[in-house]
T-cell receptor, first 116, second 113 residues
Framework: DARVTQTPRHKVTEMGQEVTMRCQPILGHNTVFWYRQTMMQGLELLAYFRNRAPLDDSGMPKDRFSAEMPDATLATLKIQPSEPRDSAVYFC??????????????FGQGTRLTVV | GEDVEQSLFLSVREGDSSVINCTYTDSSSTYLYWYKQEPGAGLQLLTYIFSNMDMKQDQRLTVLLNKKDKHLSLRIADTQTGDSAIYFCAESIGGTSYGKLTFGQGTILTVHP
């Protein structure tokens, strides 16, 4: 049963601490997305990668957020230092994309982050 | 640039049809999608339509696309209480940003018995 796995599912941390969220994409998928969901802003694209290369991270606050894919089975999203306004649900999704091809993105269950 | 807009709320009675609407701005959209999100879960793809089509039907779901007006709708026939969820429309575009998915803010569908 192929699925996108995100860890941790829940994280509560104090302001100023570093937070690392992990995502295991579906094997064989070449594209990974990171989204943030809040009541006020809805679903925002933070970054996306194709073949492990970052293509667009314009939605990500560069001073504190970083996204990487150290290998094809792991994507990470790091916040350092964390702030209360970062509290949200962070979703990872993976898919197989190609020019002119439909992007069917499969979502993980999300990491619910609370910064106090 | 990409911008996808949806109405925020829709309430229907069980058994009625639901119609969720979406507008988008990027004329280079290649595919348009409808996703469903249930409480505490990630998004699940319901259906999609290629931009050169104007209609697609899949069981209780009908997608209509008006490319001239950049308007997309999702009709759910015989709506059930289990259809209560948040529905997102999304677009992907071609060119060098192909594959990138941009979502609307979601429509909360509430189905009353």
């Amino acid at each position: 049963d192929a699925r996108v796995t995100q860890t941790p599912r829940h994280k509560v941390t104090e302001m100023g601490q570093e937070v690392t969220m992990r995502c295991q994409p579906i094997l064989g998928h070449n594209t990974v997305f990171w989204y943030r969901q809040t009541m006020m802003q809805g679903l925002e694209l933070l970054a996306y990668f194709r073949n492990r290369a970052p293509l667009d991270d314009s939605g990500m606050p560069k001073d504190r957020f970083s996204a990487e894919m150290p290998d094809a089975t792991l994507a990470t999203l790091k916040i350092q230092p964390s702030e209360p306004r970062d509290s949200a649900v962070y979703f990872c999704a993976s898919g197989l994309t190609g020019q002119g091809r439909n992007t069917e993105a499969f979502f993980g269950q999300g990491t619910r982050l609370t910064v106090v | 640039g990409e911008d996808v807009e949806q109405s925020l709320f829709l309430s229907v009675r069980e058994g009625d049809s639901s119609v969720i609407n979406c507008t988008y701005t990027d004329s280079s959209s290649t595919y348009l999608y409808w996703y469903k999100q249930e409480p505490g879960a990630g998004l699940q793809l319901l259906t999609y339509i290629f931009s050169n089509m104007d209609m697609k039907q899949d069981q209780r779901l009908t997608v209509l696309l008006n490319k001239k007006d950049k308007h997309l709708s999702l009709r759910i026939a015989d709506t059930q209480t289990g259809d209560s969820a948040i529905y997102f429309c999304a677009e992907s575009i071609g060119g060098t940003s192909y594959g990138k998915l941009t979502f609307g803010q979601g429509t909360i569908l509430t189905v009353h018995p």
